[in-house]
């Protein structure tokens, strides 16, 4: 995610400096969606609207339908806007639109919606596109990414927000930045108290608990908290949908992979160690405690007993135990 890029392209919108195409591709579609929504906003006026903006559909239209409605002229305006949405339905044509891409009209700005991959850089149409036009490939954020990410989004809108807060909303939608989003527009119409999101806020009108998520089992077995660890276990057991037994011991697999590679990292500075886990750099500390009780002998003793109860979850090898059996025994397990 180059978040210099994106805020360049935005400011070059919001100037109303425009490229004659915008090829918006990738897996996260936030910024494809809303870099369309703004153009939307800046090219055209209302009364220009409803005569210079078209948007097709991927799936119910063709090239040659493209190039000619790209190749019309403006009414009664300086530009049209041209919108291809779902233009990945047509990635084994898109070669065909190669001729305009290398002569496109300048009163026309074609914006392509690519969304969920990115096409080949080495095909013809990509180095063409780029010759005139400009291509954003909006990629999945990393975990450590996206405190930062939320800081800055709320920053704008004049909010602030606990970094516990923040890791809470992370665990619980992922790297899906738009989800995300969605959930911060819902917290700021709150309107908490001194303009700052804390996890109480979250915890009741998120659903999320503070103190029972897989963050805090995963800093609780680090720590060899039993007790909390085993706390935080019986809470997901009766919160199942939320906490599904697959998703739990995926992310303490995840955990144990990291302090694993800490191990091996010869330069143990705060930030070297935090770009190569994918980790921000305030749990640093947290992984540095627990590479200290967990050796490199345990952790791969540890991994093979988190492999295994997998299987048991999903009912190969396995007895008559329930998956909240299965994850306080995994539990247990690896503290002892």
Not at 143 to 149: P, T, V
Not at 209 to 216: L, T
């Amino acid at each position: 995610m180059n978040l210099q890029e994106i805020n360049s392209i935005i400011s070059k919108i919001n100037n109303n400096v425009f490229s004659p195409v915008y090829f918006l591709m990738g897996e996260e579609t936030y910024y494809i969606d809303l870099i369309t929504n703004l153009l939307e906003q800046k090219v055209l006026n209302n009364d220009e609207r409803s005569f210079n903006q078209t948007v097709l559909y991927g799936k119910d239209t063709n090239v040659g339908e493209i190039i000619s409605v790209c190749k019309r002229f403006p009414m009664m305006s300086k530009y049209q806007l041209v919108i291809i949405k779902e233009a990945q339905d047509l990635s084994s044509k898109l070669d065909n639109l190669d001729s305009y891409m290398l002569n496109p009209m300048l009163t026309t700005i074609l914006v392509i919606n690519f969304k969920y991959k990115s096409i080949d850089k080495r095909k013809k149409i990509y180095k063409s596109i780029k010759k005139y036009g400009l291509i954003l490939e909006s990629k999945k954020p990393y975990e450590n990414q996206l405190s930062s990410w939320i800081n800055n989004n709320l920053k704008e809108k004049g909010y602030k927000i606990d970094f516990k807060a923040a890791q809470m909303l992370v665990e619980h939608l992922g790297c899906d930045l738009k989800m995300i989003n969605n959930q911060l527009e819902k917290l700021s119409l709150l309107s908490p108290k001194d303009n700052f999101i804390n996890p109480e806020l979250i915890e009741h009108n998120v659903g999320i608990s503070k103190d029972f998520n897989v963050f805090e089992l995963r800093k609780a077995i680090g720590s060899k908290n039993l007790k909390k660890a085993l706390q935080i276990s019986d809470y997901f057991n009766n919160n199942q949908k939320t906490y599904p037994v697959t998703y739990v011991l995926g992310s303490i697999f995840n955990y144990f992979i990291q302090i694993f590679q800490l191990h091996s990292i010869k330069n143990k500075s705060e930030s070297n160690i935090s770009n190569t886990l994918g980790i921000n750099k305030f749990f640093v500390s947290e992984y540095q405690k627990a590479s200290v009780l967990y050796p490199m002998k345990k952790i791969s003793k540890i991994i093979s007993l988190i492999k295994d109860t997998d299987l048991k979850s999903k009912g190969f090898n396995s007895s008559n135990s329930t998956n909240q059996r299965l994850l306080d025994q995994l539990i247990v397990e690896i503290i002892s």
